[in-house]
């Protein structure tokens, strides 16, 4: 076991590195804006262009050869030197540290809600299947996932914001700063992105814990624990839950990743909330290199570590693993 | 690309003072917009033309119903907030390559003077108290103000500060900042001279006489740095270092020379200012008679928020609920603005923006378009008044030549086409060689098959009309049209940059001359030599924007045959270059005038693109924000100055 | 991620029992292979030959057909709807027994049978729609008018709909139902062509990585799966973002997009049931009578995967439809297409005025994908042999 965590700790770094070579070989092979926008500006006043590129390569040490480019990214990306985005007039560690925040306040409580909620009503339904009671979670369920989350969010602006008044119909960033993230104003304006958010994902949580927890409590060791007499509750608990934990943690990162960012782009949008989502899809729209490479390898770290801590809780939570031919 | 499907309003609060022409997307007029013109601003930096600046408008004055009676009867308070969808690379006052850029270093910093008219002394005074241009037109002397202090202890503005800044930020190599150009004049660039002339006046001098000099003289528009501030990075020729420090970059050594001062900025969400409690203009307003005597106690607001959002529908859902108090309204939603209660619609019709349907002639595109008779007939295809009337609901105003028909020079007698179709069939058998012809309805080419173009264009919802409309007209004088959409950087990188060599031309030769002369990217070469990257025929979507005053420039770096922006390949017949020299040499304005206005008339008849409008623009406020000039406005010159503005009952209903 | 595949395997190997053998989904690999395979191939063909003489000789002069001019997408389209003939179709109706059995199964949930027909009710329009009816057009005379009997001020005009456009027209003056019948055969192009990649994708990786197991060249079957982890943890919708805003929006990059850079579910899924399969004692009979071991890949481990293909697929589909709704919401579509995706996004910036421009498509967009996850629940519990099935469905 011991061996086993040890050689996924190893795989991640190996992971990271392949992930920093790979963006660096996509830098170096596509087109680079800065070098195009300097000797734009030299064309405008009338200089040479070819001059003022060989004088940006120089500047950028893009005459050096290709392994001392790769070792000197290789040093400023181990030594969290990430370069400067021009999209935000900022370095990139400071513009992701401040949109994090952003996106973690609502994004926490998603998650927090959805797997609460949404695993409680998958075992449920589970727990009761083809009941009324499952159905309308299933409903629910659908419901959540079918709404393009778009579409909903402009209809309760309109609906919630507008008319009604009920709701702000945009984020201002200046309340948590002046009044705390968790003043009532902040979470207040939180109402509706973290709805809108919590449909889909609450329900893709609910479906598949019920899903899961279907397979489980048809498996031997369930149904000799009920022939056992254990008692439903912790039936359900300590068997079936710890069981189905398995499978859906497995999945858990990655497809809350992929909500995440799918969402939180669409959501920030239209919120106007200045995070994650909203700064990843401007530095894309204007081709900020290093702000699109940064969040790029952000995920991807965030991913392969979260990938990593599944694998141990794996290990952990299900006995019968066999960790002999890993 | 623009990312809304809409075309974006712009709030235009205040037309800049500092007219560069530069590249934009129809729709994203003022640079305030969405993603369109953050595509630009990138490139716009780089792409302003040079020699097409002019200093101009703004007229706080005018633009001010001031309430006549006494100050004590404007309530002060409250936060006004605006929407935009433009993006900023902050306040740096050294980095100023968009409009948004400048329409916020401008809050905090006022400059020199802004213009209330046409005439040379027709200014609303700030920095500069006196502003005068010799008789023989070749010196402008300015004098300061005596009470200007940078903050953070850096000092007054001095005769002395402008002049450093000239010497070792505006005109050094290594800075390369942005309007360096404006520092020299003619086809020789020939520097301007300054000196001293005492601790507060600053002489000007050009070589010869020329009447636009005193628009385009370089110093009411720039934000001077402190000395004290630049001296490290001047010494070490440091030009990242000074961009990116952190006093320029939020222009916070600001003092007393502006009427807000910056207090938080959240990057891709807020820009908030307060009200600058030692604002140098309020002593002004009482001693100097052109300074209003709002001014002793502007702005009125507490503070002064820009809040940016990624969709124009969201922002106006923002003003309908009272979030919001200023939002641009695009023209197609106007009729939804008009005589609601809780809002009031602001109209400027002096916009200076030329849309127009671009053409390809170099020789990548249909090699047809370089005959006149073609284009004549896809002017009449592409019928620039249904188009205003039809896909802009009116809001718009019909130009035939890069001149709004509100500007000075407009001809009278400018070429215009009534959309006839019969008569675009006839242009087109007529002006294409005699392999080209109709074969029943369809108009067929020399391989016997229907001649087919291809349009590029950003989608958003007038543009898509525009294309539709030009797909079906084209159709019925039998031409098919392949529609592309792509990005407002892809349009720009693929379509409108030429530096590429054309079939048969080695990538060595494609620059003009003996010298292989490369103008810019935009203009690497011959039309037959260089080329885009991807073929295109017609363009919608990229337009110009230009100075009104000074349209010389403009005309002549979009359509001279060596001009940085003559993407499209033209070749005039006449020496736009020295026209435009002949023009800015002139003795006086009006014989220049004459010059001008024979150029844009002589575009009006080469189309070299088909001449389409200029837009209106529409700016919704809350009911409760007063002090604002007559709508629609009454000039060019005319200001939407929130500096001025209040609410009505001293703070926003909300 | 790595570790799931053992459980899958163990966890099963631990409670299959003789009643669990799911002895019908053997049969999915009892089919004639010769006939039907070389039907397919021709059909293939002749859908590239009918391609190649369309770009090559016709070049878009005149339709191909009638007045169809097909387009890139609609050839896809078509090789997709033949694939599906034939690995759905065809095995169905070979296998009556399977076909009631699992049919029996299906309609205890009322609700996904009501929501088969309303898919197959779209299919069949949007197949057919587009070929009798024109597509919509721009005009600008009938700028945003509301759907039939519902007076609106639109522009500071009070209008009433009439019959000529039931549901609306949109700022463009398009007739809202008709985009809405041509964007059901987009979406359907979206969902469908997309998750024939995905699975085809999906199974080859999946079922190589299984072969590769089975005949023991270990460092194969790691390097496929790990890179199937890489692909898993990748932030793809934002890669889609970067591609389509580098290379273009047109529909068919969207939907290749969507079928290159999702298939790693079905490929893991493939991969474990075939490994798990390969363990049993069918297959070590087949291998101890001398079967090689491509014969056993190809006649037992992937037909027995059809399953669970069959689930990831219905998964598959209501994910890339709502995909591409969300990729024309930020901005990257196609304008010459009539995606729902795009009349909503389009129809979003008069959502406060003009409701019916994306409301209707929403509500249709809304009930495709709700009923492809109601088709797709229902068919994973008449396809899983392991679940009951107890008392109807519905609500």
């Not at chain 3, 079922?207 to 943890?233: C, K, N, P």
């Not at chain 3, 399969?277 to 070590?284: N, W």
Request: aromatic share 12%; charged share 20%; hydrophobic share 40%.
């Amino acid at each position: 076991m011991k061996w086993y965590i040890l050689k996924r700790v190893l795989w991640t770094f190996v992971a990271m590195w392949i992930a920093l070579t790979l963006t660096f070989g996509l830098i170096s092979a596509s087109p680079n804006p800065g070098q195009m926008r300097a000797t734009m500006s030299c064309a405008a006043v009338g200089e040479n262009p070819q001059e003022c590129r060989e004088q940006f390569r120089e500047r950028n040490n893009l005459d050096q050869p290709v392994t001392e480019r790769y070792k000197n990214y290789m040093v400023n990306m181990v030594t969290l030197n990430w370069g400067w985005s021009e999209s935000r007039s900022q370095y990139v560690i400071p513009a992701i540290l401040d949109a994090w925040r952003f996106t973690a306040q609502y994004a926490i409580p998603v998650l927090v809600i959805s797997t609460l909620v949404g695993y409680g009503l998958g075992l449920y339904s589970a727990y009761k299947p083809y009941t009324v009671t499952d159905y309308t979670a299933s409903f629910v369920g659908f419901f959540g996932i079918s709404i393009p989350n778009f579409w909903f969010a402009l209809v309760l602006i309109i609906l919630l914001g507008t008319r009604v008044e009920l709701v702000p119909t945009y984020y201002q960033s200046g309340i948590p700063i002046q009044q705390g993230w968790l003043s009532l104003a902040n979470l207040r304006q939180l109402i509706l992105p973290v709805t809108v958010l919590l449909t889909a994902s609450l329900a893709w949580q609910m479906r598949y814990s019920r899903a899961q927890a279907l397979e489980q409590m048809n498996a031997e060791f369930v149904k000799v624990a009920k022939a056992k007499g254990a008692s439903q509750y912790r039936l359900m608990i300590w068997h079936v839950l710890r069981m189905a934990a398995v499978p859906l943690s497995t999945s858990f990162v990655g497809s809350l990743l992929a909500i995440f960012w799918s969402g939180s782009v669409i959501i920030e949008q239209i919120f106007a909330i200045p995070g994650l989502g909203l700064m990843t899809y401007t530095a894309i729209v204007e081709q900020d290199t290093p702000l699109v490479l940064a969040t790029t390898l952000v995920t991807v770290f965030l991913a392969i570590f979260g990938n990593l801590l599944e694998d141990i809780a794996y290990v952990i939570l299900d006995p019968r693993i066999d960790y002999g031919n890993r | 690309m623009s990312n809304d499907s809409e075309p974006t309003g712009q709030v235009d609060q205040s037309e800049r003072r500092r007219f560069l022409t530069y590249l934009s997307a129809t729709g994203v007029v003022a640079g305030l917009a969405g993603c369109s013109s953050s595509g630009e601003s990138t490139e716009t930096a780089a792409a302003t033309a040079s020699e097409t600046a002019v200093q101009t408008t703004e007229d706080p004055l005018e633009s001010t119903p001031t309430p006549t009676e006494t100050e004590q009867s404007i309530p002060e308070g409250g936060v006004f907030k605006e929407a935009t969808t433009g993006t900023t690379n902050g306040l740096n006052a050294f980095r100023i390559g968009d409009g948004e850029t400048s329409d916020r270093v401008e809050q905090v910093m006022d400059g020199g003077f802004a213009r209330k008219g046409e005439a040379y002394e027709d200014i609303f005074p700030m920095w500069f108290e006196d502003f005068t241009v010799s008789d023989d037109l070749t010196q402008v002397e300015v004098t300061l103000r005596d009470n200007l202090q940078f903050g953070n202890g850096y000092g007054q503005v001095t005769a002395e500060t402008y002049i450093w800044n000239v010497e070792n930020l505006w005109t050094a190599d290594w800075t390369s900042f942005t309007y360096s150009y404006l520092f020299s004049v003619g086809k020789d660039n020939e520097p301007i001279d300054f000196e001293k002339v005492d601790d507060l006046t600053i002489r000007m001098t050009v070589p010869e006489p020329r009447p636009f000099f005193p628009y385009e003289e370089p110093l009411g528009g720039m934000f001077p740095l402190p000395r004290e501030l630049a001296q490290p990075y001047v010494d070490d020729q440091n030009v990242e270092g000074l961009v990116k420090d952190e006093e320029v970059m939020r222009s916070t050594f600001n003092g007393n020379l502006g009427p807000w001062d910056l207090v938080r900025w959240s990057q891709q969400s807020v820009m908030e200012f307060e009200r600058a409690d030692d604002y140098y203009l309020r002593k002004w307003a009482e001693e100097d008679d052109r300074v209003p005597d709002a001014y002793a106690e502007a702005p009125f607001f507490d503070e002064y928020h820009i809040q940016y959002f990624q969709k124009q529908s969201t922002a106006r859902q923002a003003l309908k609920a009272g979030e919001i108090d200023r939002v641009g309204i695009p023209s197609n939603k106007v009729a939804n603005w008009q005589g609601r209660e809780d809002t009031t619609l602001y109209e400027n019709p002096f916009v200076s923006f030329s849309s127009y349907l671009g053409i390809n002639q170099r020789a990548n595109g249909w090699d047809q378009l370089r005959n006149k008779k073609v284009r004549y007939a896809l002017s009449h295809v592409y019928h620039n008044e249904f188009v205003a009337t039809n896909i802009l609901s009116g809001h718009a105003g019909v130009q035939n030549t890069l001149h709004p028909k509100w500007g000075p020079y407009y001809p009278d007698d400018a070429v215009s086409f009534d959309g006839s179709l019969d008569e675009a069939r006839r242009l087109l058998e007529e002006g294409t060689s005699s392999d080209y012809g109709y074969s029943g309805d369809t108009f067929v080419g020399p391989d016997g098959e229907q001649v087919e173009l291809t349009l590029v264009y950003v989608s958003d919802e007038t543009d898509d009309l525009r294309a539709a409309y030009l797909k079906k007209r084209l159709g019925k004088v039998g031409i098919a049209l392949n529609t592309t959409t792509t990005s407002w950087t892809s349009m720009l990188g693929n379509y409108f940059r030429t530096n590429n060599p054309a079939e048969g031309v080695s990538e060595g030769s494609v620059g003009y001359g003996s010298d292989n002369a490369h103008p810019s990217t935009y203009n690497y070469g011959p039309w037959d030599k260089a080329v885009s990257a991807k073929p295109w025929d017609l363009m919608l979507t990229l337009g110009f924007s230009y100075g009104p005053l000074t349209p010389a420039g403009t005309v002549t770096s979009l359509f001279g045959e060596r001009e940085n922006f003559n993407a499209y390949g033209f070749t005039p017949d006449r020496d736009l270059v020295g026209m435009r020299e002949e023009a800015r040499t002139a003795e006086s304005i009006e014989t220049a005038r004459e010059t001008i206005t024979e150029m844009l008339r002589y575009l009006s008849e080469e189309r070299p693109v088909v001449f389409e409008s200029n837009p209106i623009n529409y700016t919704a406020y809350r009911d409760d924000v007063a002090g604002l000039p007559n709508s629609p406005a009454a000039s060019y010159f005319v200001d939407q100055n929130h500096d001025v503005m209040y609410f009505s009952d001293g703070k926003p209903g909300r | 991620m790595a570790t799931q595949r053992e459980t899958d395997v163990t966890a099963r190997t631990d409670r299959e029992t003789f009643e669990e053998v799911d002895w019908d989904t053997q049969e999915v690999s009892t089919f004639n292979v010769s006939r039907t395979a070389v039907a397919e191939l021709l059909a293939y063909g002749a859908i590239v030959v009918l391609f190649a003489y369309d770009y090559a000789v016709i070049r878009n002069e005149h339709p191909l057909i009638a007045n169809w001019d097909v387009l890139s997408v609609e050839w896809l389209f078509v090789a997709t709807l033949v694939a599906v003939f034939f690995h759905g179709v065809v095995p169905l109706y070979r296998n009556p027994r399977m076909r009631e059995f699992y049919w029996s199964r299906f309609v205890k949930n009322r609700v996904a049978v009501a929501a088969l027909v309303y898919l197959l009710v779209v299919f069949v329009i949007g197949i057919v729609g587009p070929a009798v009816m024109s597509p919509p057009e721009t005009r600008f005379t009938n700028r945003i008018v509301p759907p039939v009997g519902i007076t609106a001020t639109v522009g500071g005009v009070v209008k009433t709909g009439t019959w000529q456009f039931p549901l609306g027209t949109t700022a463009e003056g398009k007739g809202v139902l008709k985009l809405i019948v041509y964007g059901m055969r987009v979406s359907m192009e979206v969902g469908l062509i997309g998750t024939v990649f995905t699975v085809l994708i999906g199974s080859v990786v999946g079922s190589l990585a299984a072969l590769a197991t089975a005949l023991d060249i270990g460092w194969l079957d790691e390097v496929l799966m790990r890179y199937v982890d890489v692909q898993s943890v990748f932030p793809t919708f934002m890669l889609l973002l970067l591609l389509t805003y580098l290379f273009g929006s047109e529909l068919w990059m969207i939907i290749l997009l969507f079928g290159f850079f999702s298939w790693e579910g079905i490929a893991r899924t493939v991969r474990g049931e075939a490994l798990q399969r390969s363990s049993e004692a069918y297959v070590t009979a087949a291998r101890a009578s001398g079967a090689s071991m491509l014969y056993i890949v190809q006649r037992h481990l992937i037909p027995n995967s059809a399953n669970s293909i069959v689930i990831g697929a219905t998964v598959a589909i209501p994910g890339f439809i709502l995909g591409e709704a969300s990729l024309a919401f930020l901005g990257f579509s196609d304008p010459t297409t009539f995606s729902w995706g795009r009349t909503i996004s389009a129809g979003q910036s008069n959502l406060a005025t003009a409701w019916w421009i994306s409301t209707f498509p929403g509500i249709f967009l809304f009930f495709t994908v709700l009923s492809f996850y109601y088709v797709g629940e229902a068919m994973r519990d008449a396809m899983d042999p392991r679940q009951q099935i107890e008392g109807g469905g519905g609500l």
